[in-house]
C-alpha cells in the first residue's frame, strides 16, 4: 500500500457506492445557512448582493487568490491590509485603512487554527460601527463554534478538510437574507473531482504512478474549470460523505497532529521560526501546520523524496498582495504541514525528524 503525506484525499470503491445512500442530516436553515460547491462562490454571492454599493472590499494582504477573484469578476475595487508575522491583524494599518477608503465590506481570515482575539475584535467592532459589512472567512478554522455578533456573513470550504470534491457554506445572521439557495450542482467540475480522487485512492491501492499522474491531470482540469464563478450548490455527493464522518474524530487527530510537530521540530536551530509561537493560542482544529523556513524550496525537495508533499499556503498570483516587506516574508518562507485525519504520530514524526535534519546540519 502506497502512503503519501499531502495529497488529495482518495476515494474509495466502497465510498463510491455508499455515497448514493439517501443520507441527509443537513438542515438548510440552521444559522441561515446555505451550501455552495465553492466558497468562492459564497463569497461571490455576498458581493451581488451588494452590487449597487460603491464596491469597496478590503482583504488580508495574505490571503487566497480564490478570495480575490470573487469581488474581481464583479468589478469591485480591493484593497489590501497587513497581517503579522504572527498572523494577526495589524489593528493600526486595518482602521487607517477603513478611515481612508471608506470600505462596503471587509474580509477577514483567522489562520490556521487561531480564532481572533480580542484586539482584533475591538478594532473590527470600531469600523463595524460605520455601517461596513463584515465577512470571516473561516475556512482555516472549519470546525469553530464561535460566530462572534459583529460579522454579517461566515462562509468556509469543507472540501479541504474532507475526502468530498466540494462543499462550502455562508451562514448570514441578517434576518432577511435575501441571497438563495442554488438549485444545480455543477457536474462536470464535480465528476472530475471525483475521477481525480478515485484515481488517487487506486494509486495508493497499486502504487502505479502513471495512474497518479493522470489523478494529478483530472484534479488541474477540474480546478481550471471553477476558475469562472457560477453558483453551484453542493453535490448530494459530498453532502452524503460529510453527513457519516466522524468530526469529533478527526479534530482530535488534527489537535494531536499539531501539537506533536509544535513541540519536535527544533525552531532553536537557525532557519525555522514557528507562525505561532504560543500553542495556547490555537483554540479550534487547524486546516495545516505553518512555519517559516529559509530555503524553502530546499526543504520541500528533502520532504518531497520521502513523498511528504508540503503546500506553499499561498502562491502570489497577483504582486499587489506584497504590500510591505513583512507580506513578502510570508509568502516566501511559509510553509504547511498536513496534519489531518489521514496521518498518525509516526508520520508527524518523521515529518519533524527530517525538517530538523535539514536545518541541524
Same mark, same amino acid.
Given at each position: ?50 452590487? !449597487? ?21 464583479? %468589478? ?54 460605520? %455601517? ?56 462536470? =467540475? ?75 521540530? &527544533? ?21 495545516? =501546520? ?33 504590500? &510591505? ?24 514524526? !518523521? ?11
Amino acid at each position: 500500500m502506497k502512503k503519501d503525506i499531502g495529497s488529495i484525499f482518495p476515494l474509495t470503491a466502497t465510498d463510491l457506492s455508499s455515497s448514493k445512500d439517501d443520507v441527509n442530516i443537513f438542515k438548510e436553515t440552521i444559522y441561515n445557512r446555505i451550501y455552495f460547491s465553492l466558497c468562492r462562490e459564497a463569497i461571490y454571492a455576498v458581493a451581488k448582493k451588494y452590487e !449597487k454599493s460603491k464596491r469597496v472590499v478590503l482583504i488580508p494582504a495574505y490571503t487566497c487568490q480564490t478570495v480575490i477573484e470573487p469581488f474581481e469578476q464583479q %468589478g469591485w475595487t480591493y484593497y489590501f491590509y497587513d497581517i503579522k508575522k504572527n498572523l494577526r491583524i495589524d489593528a493600526h494599518n486595518l482602521l487607517s485603512l477603513a478611515n481612508i477608503y471608506h470600505p462596503t465590506m471587509i474580509v477577514v481570515h483567522p489562520y490556521y487554527g487561531m480564532e481572533l482575539n480580542l484586539d482584533e475584535l475591538k478594532v473590527l467592532y470600531k469600523i463595524k460601527q460605520s %455601517g461596513c459589512i463584515l465577512l470571516e472567512d473561516l475556512t482555516q478554522c472549519i470546525y469553530t463554534d464561535k460566530r462572534p455578533d459583529i460579522f454579517d456573513y461566515f462562509v468556509g470550504s469543507s472540501r479541504k478538510w474532507l475526502k468530498i470534491p466540494d462543499g462550502a457554506f455562508l451562514e448570514s445572521t441578517l434576518p432577511n437574507e435575501s441571497i438563495e439557495q442554488p438549485m444545480i450542482e455543477n457536474a462536470s =467540475f464535480i465528476q472530475k473531482q471525483i475521477d481525480a480522487m478515485y484515481l488517487r485512492g487506486k494509486y495508493f491501492e497499486l502504487g502505479d504512478e502513471e495512474i497518479k499522474s493522470i489523478s494529478i491531470r483530472i484534479s488541474k482540469e477540474a480546478a481550471a474549470a471553477a476558475n469562472n464563478i457560477k453558483c453551484h450548490k453542493m453535490a448530494n455527493f459530498s453532502k452524503n460523505i460529510l453527513a457519516k464522518g466522524d468530526i469529533s474524530k478527526y479534530v482530535e487527530k488534527r489537535f494531536s497532529n499539531y501539537k506533536y510537530l509544535f513541540k519536535h521540530i &527544533n525552531a532553536c536551530v537557525g532557519g525555522i521560526e514557528l507562525a505561532c509561537s504560543c500553542l495556547e493560542e490555537v483554540t479550534t482544529a487547524p486546516l495545516y =501546520f505553518p512555519f517559516y523556513a529559509e530555503d524553502r524550496a530546499n526543504l520541500q525537495k528533502a520532504l518531497a523524496k520521502e513523498h511528504i508533499y508540503a503546500p506553499v499556503l499561498w502562491p502570489v498570483n497577483t504582486d499587489k498582495v506584497l504590500i &510591505n516587506e513583512n507580506i513578502k516574508y510570508i509568502y516566501s518562507h511559509i510553509l504547511a504541514i498536513p496534519i489531518d485525519q489521514r496521518y498518525n504520530l509516526d508520520d508527524m514524526c !518523521k515529518i519533524s525528524d527530517i525538517i530538523n535534519s535539514v536545518y541541524e546540519k
